[in-house]
């Protein structure tokens, strides 16, 4: 059986040339997760294509049996215009992944197959039920507690394209419920975690010091951190994560994440707005310990990451304003920013659509740096240019400095980091100002 797995692009996430070699994204693990699932005895040739790490040439492909394709919202449009070459050149596609599992039905629309949810069991057995004719159209298991994930494929990585630090994924799903999150909606991302002895040995079989887990929040369930983190001490790693920010008050988890190597978290900071925060179930964060949060990281040599979203109802036009400068006052080492993305098939979406406030129903659009909503207190267009000033701001060669020069590790790593990401941020608006594709028609009516 030969089969072809697809990590399709969105307007961000591409490739870039010459440029993605040098500066390339976390290794993402679904489509090597997805490998090492192919049961032995089908004896499976199986190829991947990442279309943000590699250049796709489908042309010389041959044909495969199988295709499986993964997509978000954003690199849905993509997905699913791959299924219909593949299925035109006779393959059976099948498709999985964040937006089919929000959207099943769309989903079905373009694909022999849709997997719902994680796959840890039903793409072995969609496998197999295809080798003897008997696919099914929709798969769908619901999983809890436990669940054991066989140790990625990476040798099928490509030899360039992504951050050397191998990643690794220990818990998925998250027990909190962040109103504009679609992890806990549907059956995308179940709180499920893998038995600690499988991630500790495939630690130990990488022969790496340094690892970056790709959970979507390492802390969501402290009994299995505190665990996880006490068998890595003896291991001498150095690791980074996706943690919320009140970790630092738990005194005997942040002692841990200190002794087991932390060096770097990514914290969902998301505002400074602390209505807009509780109005998102986000209560936890409170904008008057960020500063402090922060220092208390910095003070154990950790790198502090901190992403801000930009649009929610309860945002001023004056606080949005001040995001850039505010998270300079902070201390934030690398910032990330998103403009409030309601996800199709999420709360959030239906909420904004039976209010009217859906400016596109364009997939490629939600990918959080396009306003695709009516913001509460501000137009479209305002929302997309404080956002774009908010990113020239914070990429600016003074706050990039600025931000080297408090850096707990090295100075070095740090302007990397920083210039990198800014180099990745023109190259995405150069190539989209030569698409002429910058917002969706209703947003520029009103600028
Ligand atoms: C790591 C990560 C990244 C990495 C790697 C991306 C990747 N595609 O692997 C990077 C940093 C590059 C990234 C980028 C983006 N990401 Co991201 N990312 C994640 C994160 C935290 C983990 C994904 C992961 O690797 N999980 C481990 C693997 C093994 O699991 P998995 O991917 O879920 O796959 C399993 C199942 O879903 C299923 N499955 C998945 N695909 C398929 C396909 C087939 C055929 C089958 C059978 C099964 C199947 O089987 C797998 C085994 O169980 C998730 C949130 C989460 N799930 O925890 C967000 C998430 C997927 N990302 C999200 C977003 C929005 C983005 C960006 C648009 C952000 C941006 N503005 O740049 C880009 C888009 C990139 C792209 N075009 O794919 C959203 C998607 C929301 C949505 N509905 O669209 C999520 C859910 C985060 C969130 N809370 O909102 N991301
Ligand atoms: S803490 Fe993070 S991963 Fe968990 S629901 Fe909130 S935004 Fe999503």
Known sequence: MKILLILPRDNIYRYHGIASKIIGPYAPLTLVTLAALVPKELEAQIDLLDEGAQKPNYENKTNYDVVGITCVASSANRAYELSEYWRSRGAFVVLGGAHPTLMPDEAQQHADSVVVG???????????DFKIGAAQKRYHTQYSGELASPAPRRDLFPLFGYLPAPTIIANRGCNNHCAYCVINQSDYSRCVVRPI????????????????????????????????LQTLIPLRLKWMASAPSDVV??????????????????????????????????????????????????????????????????????????????????????????????????????????????????????????????????????????????????????????????????????????L??????????????????????????NV
């Not at 002895?197 to 299995?224: H, M, W």
Request: charge should be negative.
């Open 249 to 418: 008050y738990d005194r005997e988890l942040f002692e841990l994440m200190v002794r087991s190597g932390c060096e770097g978290v990514l914290i969902g900071f998301e505002s400074f707005s602390q209505a807009s925060l509780n109005r998102s179930g986000k209560k936890f964060n409170q904008v008057n310990q960020y500063k402090e949060i922060i220092r208390k990281f910095h003070a154990h040599g950790i790198v502090v990451s901190g992403c801000f979203v930009l649009g929610f109802d309860d945002d001023t036009p004056e606080v949005l304003a001040r995001t850039a400068e505010t998270v300079y006052d902070i201390n934030i080492d690398l910032p990330r920013y998103a403009i409030l993305t309601p996800f199709p098939g999420s709360h959030l979406f239906t909420h904004f659509k039976s209010e009217g406030r859906l400016l596109t129903e364009d997939w490629s659009l939600y990918d959080s740096q396009h306003v695709v909503f009516r913001p509460k207190h501000i137009s479209p267009a305002q929302l997309q240019q404080i956002f774009t000033d908010t990113l020239k701001k914070s990429f600016s060669y003074r706050h990039i400095f600025h931000r080297a020069q408090i850096a707990p590790h090295s100075l070095i790593l740090s302007l990397m980091a920083n």
């Open 118 to 128: 994680l796959a840890e069991e039903t793409w072995p057995q969609l496998l197999r």
């Open 197 to 228: 002895s499988e991630v500790v040995e495939e630690i130990q079989s990488l022969r790496t010091r340094r690892i970056i887990f790709l959970d979507p929040n390492l802390a969501s369930n402290r009994e299995y951190a505190k665990n996880l």
């Open 420 to 445: 990198g990401l800014r180099e990745t941020l023109l190259s995405a608006w150069k190539e989209e100002a030569g698409q002429a594709q910058t917002l969706p028609v209703h947003v520029e009516e």
